[in-house]
């Protein structure tokens, strides 16, 4: 909750599922700009929903940030076609310039 709202306080709108079947859904609901997803979440796992996305949706953001570090799960994200892979701990500033690099948009419009 407290990386929502250090987001949120860059402009961004932010929408937080606590596990994948709930992430999946809302995506669904709300085609998001740009999805942060953790490998290890509950029900289903980021590996899987970044799957389940990518079958229809090639041009979302999916960033994975996770405390999995080993290489066959970077290569993972990868293939799935993830846009970014961030290992945990990471500054959220850093986490903020990168979205902000695939984002061009103003801060001072609304973002998903």
């Known amino acids: 909750m407290l990386l929502k709202r250090f987001i949120e306080a860059e402009g961004y709108e932010?929408?937080?599922a606590n596990n994948g079947n709930v992430g999946l859904e809302m995506y669904k609901e709300t085609r998001p700009d740009?999805?942060?997803l953790d490998i290890n979440m509950p029900e289903l796992d980021g590996f899987e929903m970044a799957r389940l996305?990518?079958?229809?949706?090639?041009?979302?953001?999916?960033?994975?940030?996770?405390?999995?570090?080993?290489?066959?799960?970077?290569?993972?994200v990868f293939?799935?076609?993830?846009?970014?892979y961030i290992p945990k701990p990471f500054y959220p500033e850093e986490?903020?310039?990168?979205?902000?690099?695939?984002n061009p948009k103003s801060?001072?419009?609304d973002h998903r």
Not at 54 to 73: E, P
Not at 79 to 84: A, E, F, Q, R
């Open 14 to 16: 932010v929408i937080y």
């Open 79 to 84: 293939s799935l076609k993830g846009n970014d």
């Open 107 to 109: 801060r001072n419009e």
């Open 53 to 76: 996305i990518r079958q229809n949706d090639k041009k979302v953001i999916i960033f994975f940030l996770t405390d999995r570090t080993d290489k066959v799960d970077c290569l993972h």
């Open 34 to 36: 740009l999805i942060l």
């Open 95 to 102: 986490l903020i310039a990168k979205i902000n690099e695939r």
